[in-house]
């Protein structure tokens, strides 16, 4: 299946962003999903994940002020991201790992949160 990311962009400090990630061509819903970030010259650092029927897990830098959610149904994952700062400025990937078991990477879409 392949992954495609949205609703990534520009934004002020303070605001708010949703990025979607739906996996096209897959029939098995969703096992295990996951958004990572990689900032400007900086490796590659876990956001969320979500393990079906296992807690959420939030890098410290997030807790509390992002939220992962997936639809089944739309194979989609979602990561609703409140209060931005200047430091999540990244390229946001997301991965989803199938009940096949199939795991794919999206290409990464760029969060930029500026004044």
């Known amino acids: 299946a392949q992954l495609v990311e949205s609703g990534g ?3 002020r400090p303070g605001d708010s962003l949703k990025l979607s990630c739906t996996a096209s061509g897959s029939t098995f819903g969703i096992f295990f999903m996951g958004w990572y970030r990689q900032r400007p010259g900086n490796q590659r650092e876990l956001v969320a ?3 079906h029927g296992e807690t ?3 890098a410290d830098s997030v807790k509390g002020r ?3 959610s997936g639809d ?3 194979s989609t ?3 609703q991201m409140n209060n931005l700062k200047p430091e999540d400025t990244a390229v946001y990937l997301c991965t989803i790992t199938s009940w096949a078991p199939e795991t794919n990477w999206g290409r990464g879409i760029q969060v930029t ?3």
Do not use: R
């Open 9 to 11: 962009g520009v934004v």
């Open 72 to 74: 089944n149904d739309k």
């Open 66 to 68: 992002f939220t992962i």
């Open 49 to 51: 994940t979500s393990k």
């Open 56 to 58: 959420d897990v939030y």
């Open 113 to 115: 949160v500026s004044s």
């Open 77 to 79: 994952t979602y990561l």
